[in-house]
């Protein structure tokens, strides 16, 4: 398996402009994690889903944030609009999620620059 | 609100020598992971805990869980360069069966220095 699929890689924008990441799970994976990773909050859950329903977005920091998916093989997060502050590192992550205890496999990561 | 803290955040050792990495954590939980970061690089699972007085090794590396004391430790035994990245350990809180819900600590930066 190709693992966890994550793009784009980097992205640079400017203020107020929509941001789209994309994730694809690993495949039979029933959970997808969104996590953002900066240097002075450290890695954070955002929103996580099971068999493509939201679980718990209580970790998605405002309304400009939204995370869907549609299918089991895809997701997305959305910022509308960006700011400077949401400048880190997006990782998604996936689970097969049978029984607790099983690993989660991170995705290489969005690098995103808000200008 | 939950915490898992880490300590040391910075860590600089010599290769050949002994260290420990605590995490400790605030909630009730028999559910601890340990995971590994290269600079710039994504995350990579080291370890799964899944009990009181769980011990996992692998080469170097050896992780218990004291669920009581909510603490968590990884040893590293005889460090060499290879080792050098930042270590993550993360409490799992989720209710359900299925998935884990993780919450991360902090890190510690390893530095082994040849």
């Known amino acids: 398996d190709a693992g966890v699929i994550q793009s784009p890689r980097h992205e640079v924008t400017e203020m107020g402009q929509e941001v789209t990441l994309r994730c694809k799970p690993i495949?039979?994976?029933?959970?997808l994690f969104w996590y953002r990773q900066t240097m002075m909050r450290g890695l954070e859950l955002l929103i996580y889903?099971?068999?493509?329903?939201?679980?718990?977005d209580s970790g998605m920091p405002e309304d400009r944030f939204s995370a869907k998916m549609p299918n089991a093989s895809f997701s997305t997060l959305k910022i509308q609009p960006s700011e400077p502050r949401d400048s880190a590192v997006y990782f998604c992550?996936?689970?097969?999620?049978?029984?607790?205890?099983?690993?989660?496999?991170f995705g290489p990561g969005t690098r995103l620059l808000v200008l | 609100e939950l915490k898992v803290e880490q300590n040391p955040l910075f860590l600089s050792m010599q290769e050949g020598k002994n260290y420990t990495i605590y995490c400790n954590y605030s909630t009730t939980s028999d559910r601890l992971y340990w995971y590994r970061q290269d600079p710039g690089k994504s995350l990579e699972s080291l370890f799964v805990l899944l009990s009181n007085g769980a011990v996992k090794q692998e080469g170097r590396l050896m992780a218990s869980l004291d669920t009581k004391a909510r603490l968590s430790t990884l040893h590293i035994t005889a460090a060499v360069h290879d080792l050098s990245a930042t270590y993550f350990c993360a409490v799992d809180t989720s209710l359900t069966g299925g998935g884990n819900k993780l919450t991360f600590g902090t890190g510690t930066q390893l530095k082994v220095e040849l």
């Open positions: 992550a996936s689970s097969p999620g049978r029984q607790p205890g099983e690993t989660q496999y």
């Open positions: 889903f099971n068999n493509n329903v939201p679980i718990d």
């Open positions: 495949s039979g994976h029933d959970y």
